[in-house]
Every structure is written in C-alpha cells, then in structure tokens.
C-alpha cells in the first residue's frame, strides 16, 4: 500500500489554525521579507494570520529587504531591476514604476532605494522598499542644501554630487540619515518632518560611510573613524585610525559577519601595485585590530569582500556555486580596474589573481555582478 497517497494523509494546508500559521508566518519574516511575501501570497487563510507590510510602519525594520543587493545593468528596463540575496544566491525581478520619475541616488544598509524627484522644484526625496513598494516621503532635499548647491540639482552631473550611499536608518528607528560625502553633507530627518537637520556642513571625509547596527560611521581625512551622535546631533570619534593610513589610498568600511571592518587600499612597488590591509574595528575600545582573514574563528576564509569608492559588501561563499568565489579574497569594483580585468586580492598570502573580464552593459559572471553593484552608480 502506498502511504503517501491514503486520504487520511492529506493536508489542507489553508486549514492551519491561525496560531501555528502565525507562528510561521513570524519565523519566516525573522529571516527573510521576501520568503514573507511569498507565504502572504498562497492564499487569504495565510495573508489573514500574518501582517500586511505596507500597514506598519515604513522604517519597521522586520520589512526591510536585508541581505538584498540591487544589480548594475546598462541594459536594464527603465523601472524594471534584479535583486540579488547575497545570503542564500537567489535573484529576483521587481517592477518598480516609482524610477518613471524618480533617480536613484544610492542605497540604504537596510537594502532600501534612496530616491529624488529632481524634476520638483523642492526636490522630494523618498526611500523606496523593492520589495514590499513601500513608499517613505522625507523632507525635501532643498531644506538641507545650501543655496550654493541648488543649481547642481538640474546640472548634468546631478547623479555624481548627489551619491546617497552610507544613508540608513538610525537604532531609533525612526530617524534616517541622508549623507552626500562629495558635498560634505550630512543631515537627519524623520517622516513628517518639514525640514533635514544638517548635522555638518563641509566636513571633509573618505568615501564609503556605513550604517552599522543603527549607527552612521565615516573616516576623516585626518585619520579618525566618527559615529554620529543624536540629541544635539553631532560626530564624536569612535576609533583612530593607525598612523599612515589617510591620506595615502582609499579607506572602506564594510559589515561582516557581524563585525565593523576597515579596509585600506593602498600603492605598492612604484604604484604598479595594489595592497590591502584589513583591520577589525573594536568599538568598544575604540581602536582597529590587523587581521588575516574576514570575520575570523570559524567564520574566517568563508567570506569574500567586494569593494567600492562609495559602498563594499561582504559576500559568504558558500551560498554559491563552487569556485565562483574564494574566501578571504578582495575583489575590487569597476572604479578600480586596473586594465580589463577584475585583479582580486588574496589577503592570506598577499596574493594577486586575475579572475574576470569587465563587462558593465552584460556581466557574465557573479564576480562580474557583485563587482558592479559597488560601484556607486544604481
């Protein structure tokens, strides 16, 4: 007899007591909003145990597409995108008919579009989930920008001033924090407010801020790694930098394995070539540490780093098919070619590898894909 198909085996699935399937609902969400929707979307029995996304709070965190990366094609739809789960390797296609009329300026830790209607006047900027289409209205960008720098809202190089990259939500939940590094503005806001909140104006800093576990960091040019502080806001020093580090290279700041880590990239041999030396930050003793390895005990050699002038990502290997990546491995993004190639950087043995061609308007390979989505240009 075969079991498997006895009636007294079968399941209705959508006859699940609202408790269980709450339950469920919950565990799914706690680890990933879009195997949430996708649990919402099988039937009413379902979507009525769990909570509808766009009825919370938009800066509810738990609807927040984490670990999601938006992909750099030249050949993409206009309002069309793939997604790509750097946890688990999935990609996803949304259809996003908010970029008609918005341009993207960069994206949040929290995986969250950073847009601007540059066609107002007052330039409204809003904050975009791919996934839910929830939609954040913040205070337009004219209350954060000095007179000045209102005409390079409709200049021709309007995308390069205002790169949004390092924006994120603070640990209260509610206050966003909108940085543009190449004007040396940063300023804090929540929905409902009239008005941004500059926080400092014309402070010099290296690229690739971060918003890490509620927190905006940024590295000085004088070698000092700041957070922001609310209630006056305000940077205070979180951690120096080892003596040497800027000016000479670029400075990048990236979450991994849930570790704040700092790498420095640097010329070596007359400047033919690249080096790169990867610190952990210690926060609570306010200094870095040299490491070896990414994360370090068991979670070293499983992660590969991406990095870019603007955003780094980290990337565990295992998720994907084997060889594509290698741990303990830097790859750099398209503004740090050194020729046709992506030149990839093993910090283990200080070795160079080349691994990929450079392919911007079709990327053939993964590497090809992570590599551009830092560089800075959504």
Known sequence: ????????????????????AGMIADRVLAYD?????????????????SAEPRAHRSLDRRFHPRRWVLLLEELATPNRRRLL????????????????????LGVTAEGLLVLVDAHQPRATVHLLNPLTRHLTSLPPLTTLLPKK????????????????????????DSTVVLSF????????????????????????????????LGRFYCVTHLGVLMVLKNQPPRLEVAAKLPTGLPPAGSVHLVENAGELMLVHRRSSQGFKEKRYDVYRVDLDAGNLCRVNSFGGGCAGGHHALFIGMHFSL???????????????????????????????????????????????????TLVDCLSLCTTGHP
Not at 88 to 104: I, S
Not at 149 to 172: K, P, Q, R, V
Not at 323 to 335: A, E, N, Q, R, V
């Open 1 to 20: 007899m075969d079991c498997s198909r006895s009636p007294a085996l079968k399941r209705n699935w959508a006859d699940l007591d609202e408790g269980p």
């Open 33 to 49: 909003v879009a195997g949430y929707l996708r649990f919402r979307a099988v039937c009413r029995a379902w979507r009525r145990c």
């Open 85 to 104: 789960n750097t946890s688990t390797g999935e990609f996803v296609q949304v259809d996003l008919p908010e970029l008609h009329d918005h341009d993207v």
């Open 149 to 172: 720098a209102y005409d390079l809202l409709s200049d021709t190089t309007f995308d390069h001033y205002f790169e949004a990259w390092g924006s994120g939500i603070l640990d209260d």
């Open 181 to 212: 590094h190449k004007l040396g503005i940063f300023g804090m806001a929540k929905p409902g407010d009239a008005c941004w909140t500059p926080v400092l104006r014309g402070v010099t800093v290296k690229p690739s801020s971060l918003v890490f």
């Open 314 to 364: 980290s990337v565990p290997i295992g998720v994907f098919s084997s060889g594509s990546l290698s741990g303990d491995t830097i790859y750099p993004g398209s503004g740090y070619t050194e020729g046709d190639y992506i030149k990839a950087y093993h910090v283990g043995d200080k070795s160079t590898t080349y691994v990929a061609s450079r392919s911007t308007a079709q990327p053939h």
